[in-house]
């Protein structure tokens, strides 16, 4: 399933004329407000989403979203593509980020390349991230620094890290500048991934994995 989100009409028939290169899909396009009535019923779908659409930066915006829905695979268009917005969100999960007006044969490309488990990002914004991760390890940040962690978005790595240090959900979100109910949801997409079920669990499999990646 392909999910269409934007109230552009121009943009709507680009993103169906990319579909119809691809083939195959079942299509529905959809008001952000109905996309999280609609993704528990097709977890893994294709989402292609307009960062400008009303809504969508409300709360914790596209953060709560990919944590909500962290199975879905995410095709963000902006407007004007930032290299600070794009590193943020290629580390939170995303698997796509694009220009707003990009062709429909580019939408295209993008669609098959997610479709085939990869990402779909400019090599620059590729190199900033890889930087970005090579930084935190520098600074002392044991995030994307082991195999066993890197099942996991840079952000539910955070979020492990300070369960594991023992942390409340409260003082989580405090630190990260997220509401609760965004850390909650991360946490339960790191349990999926972990194959733990409870903190100390997950406290555990965390000190696993950070003393493999110190050794």
């Known amino acids: ?28 396009i959809l008001r952000f407000t109905e996309l ?32 909500t829905h962290h199975s879905a695979r995410l095709l963000m268009f902006s407007r004007e593509c930032d290299d600070r917005e794009g ?7 995303v698997r796509a980020y694009l220009p707003l007006d990009s062709i ?19 090599r620059r914004l590729l190199r900033l991230t ?3 991760c090579r930084e935190d390890h520098l600074l002392g940040d044991p995030t994307c620094s082991d195999v066993r962690l890197s099942a996991l978005t840079h952000r539910q790595q955070e979020v492990s890290i300070m ?4 942390l409340t959900n409260k003082q989580i979100a405090q630190r990260l500048g997220l509401t609760e109910a965004t850390v909650k949801a991360h946490l339960s997409a790191i349990f999926e ?9 997950l406290a555990l499999y965390m000190r696993d994995g950070l003393d493999h ?3």
């Open 163 to 166: 369960v594991s240090k023992g």
């Open 1 to 28: 399933m392909l999910l269409l989100c934007s109230d552009e009409a121009d943009i709507l028939q680009r993103w169906h004329d990319a579909v119809a290169i691809v083939s195959g899909l079942s299509v529905d």
């Open 104 to 122: 429909a044969e580019t939408v295209a490309r993008a669609i098959r390349t997610v479709l085939a488990g990869e990402l779909w990002a400019s």
């Open 36 to 67: 999280n009535r609609s993704l528990p019923q097709n977890p893994e779908a294709l989402v292609l989403l307009d960062l400008r659409l009303p809504g969508l930066h409300e709360g914790d915006g596209v953060e709560a979203l990919i944590a």
């Open 130 to 132: 890889i930087e970005s």
């Open 213 to 215: 990646a110190s050794s």
């Open 193 to 201: 991934r972990t194959k733990t079920r409870t903190r100390t669990e």
């Open 87 to 93: 590193v943020k969100f290629v580390r939170l999960g």
